[in-house]
Nanobody, 112 residues
């Protein structure tokens, strides 16, 4: 069974940082493209970043220069380092693998 488990969300002030983690099992992690999405109530779930099996990365324009996606194949884990957080970054962040399996999400709230 495929399991994706996100962690690392929380409440931070504007300008702060968080590091999200997604631990994967039930997939061949080393050959899987992994991605982070985010969603706010009543809005579309949008791609934040993805990383291919070869390490190629892409980012949404809204997070370029602030967020970094990375992976550790030995740990079957993908990370999202989020710096210079803005209130607009508030959302539930979801981990996804290339075969369209999703984690349960982790809440990120950026507020004073």
């Amino acid at each position: 069974q495929v399991h994706l488990v996100e962690s690392g969300g929380g409440l931070v002030q504007p300008g702060g940082s968080l590091r999200l983690s997604c631990a994967a099992s039930g997939i061949i992690f080393r050959i899987s493209t992994m991605a982070w999405y985010r969603q706010t109530p009543g809005k579309q779930r949008d791609l934040v970043a993805f990383i291919t099996s070869g390490g190629t990365t892409n980012y949404a324009d809204a997070v370029k220069g602030r967020f970094t996606i990375s992976r550790d194949n030995a740990k079957n884990t993908v990370y999202l380092q989020m710096n210079s957080l803005k209130p607009e970054d508030t959302a539930v962040y979801y981990c996804k693998c290339g075969m369209d399996y999703w984690g349960q999400g982790t809440q990120v709230t950026v507020s004073s």
